[in-house]
């Protein structure tokens, strides 16, 4: 079973919106988005400052820290069993962890220039997690597609790096131009295993960002003895998309874009110094803000958008690394 490359334009369908001139430094140039489109994803390196990395490396230690307090039952922290050994993954919703770091993460013109780039001014944070492998004990990410759609409009994760992530060592993998379609991932694991014509290692360093279409086949191998590897995802998605292939509707959109002004501040308060992000979100979606902040922090989703997966461990609408 090959991957089928064939280009999504024989749909009709383009993604939205065209390429058009940056207006920051932060924002992505026609080149780099045409080759993210090309090729489903974009590798940004050293993009995120030096001051704000820290910040997010210490959150995450305290994300693990708090996931494997005994007694721990919050269910935002997951676990799978690896060797006959129960070993955490995953942090879901980030911001309500008591680490303002991934909020000032999200406020960053780093961040949701990219965000205005690929979905336009009207971009919904849509999920936010930390995903990671253990010292010594990292699962496997089989193939899979994050979530399947009509590719009307780009849907995409901004993965930061944390640490180190090498060739051999669990670095991510992906295919190339496997975004145009719908793949069935089950076959071609099942005849390529981790070597499918065309896949590539994509070694990341602290620091540096991955951008990943949602329908890119990607996935990473069971790593033994290698270091902690911990990357933060938060997806995005146009609000005009959402409401044309769903699953969410408008009040969920609504509840979701609180979630920029709250980052803005933060980011903001942080690094008074540094270069802020004007959000020109139109007004027919600019949300009227709670003032509740512990409110806007976790927006849970009820419904995902359905992937293409294989293994039974790996769930619809999960990102993974």
Not at 13 to 32: C, D, F, G, T
């Amino acid at each position: 079973m090959s991957i089928d490359l064939t280009s999504d334009r024989v749909s009709g369908r383009m993604p939205w919106p065209v390429p058009a001139p940056p207006r920051s430094p932060y924002h992505l140039s026609e080149e780099q988005i045409r080759s993210f489109d090309d090729n489903g994803y974009l590798v940004l390196r050293n993009w995120i400052p030096p001051r704000l990395l820290g910040r997010l490396q210490d959150a995450g230690r305290n994300w693990i820290a708090q996931g494997m307090r005994p007694g721990e039952t919050n269910e935002d922290y997951r676990f799978q069993v690896v060797n006959g050994q129960r070993t955490m993954f995953r942090v879901d919703y980030v911001h309500n962890k008591r680490e303002p770091a991934s909020l000032e993460l999200l406020g960053s013109p780093q961040v949701l220039a990219v965000a205005e780039s690929l979905c336009g001014p009207n971009f919904v944070p849509t999920y936010e997690s930390m995903v990671f492998k253990q010292e010594g004990n990292g699962a496997p990410i089989e193939w899979h597609q994050d979530a399947c759609h009509p590719r009307g409009y780009r849907i995409f994760n901004f993965d930061v790096y944390l640490d180190p992530s090498r060739v051999g060592a669990g670095a991510l993998k992906v295919v190339p131009g496997s975004n145009k379609r719908k793949q069935d991932v089950c076959a071609v694991a099942s005849d390529h295993g981790w070597s499918p014509p065309g896949a590539i290692d994509v070694p990341m360093e602290p620091g540096d960002v991955l951008l990943h279409d949602v329908m890119v086949v990607h996935g990473s191998e069971r790593t033994e003895g290698t270091a902690l590897r911990r990357t933060i995802y938060y997806e995005f998605r146009a609000a005009e998309e959402i409401l044309e292939d769903g699953p969410w509707d408008r009040e969920w959109i609504d509840r979701r874009l609180r979630l920029i002004p709250v980052a803005l501040q933060r980011h903001r308060q942080q690094f008074p110094e540094a270069d802020q992000f004007e959000w020109g979100c139109s007004p027919e979606y600019r949300p009227d803000v709670s003032g509740d902040i512990d409110a806007e922090l976790r927006i849970a989703h009820l419904v995902h958008m359905a992937g293409s997966y294989c293994s039974a461990g790996d769930a619809p609408g999960t990102p993974s690394p």
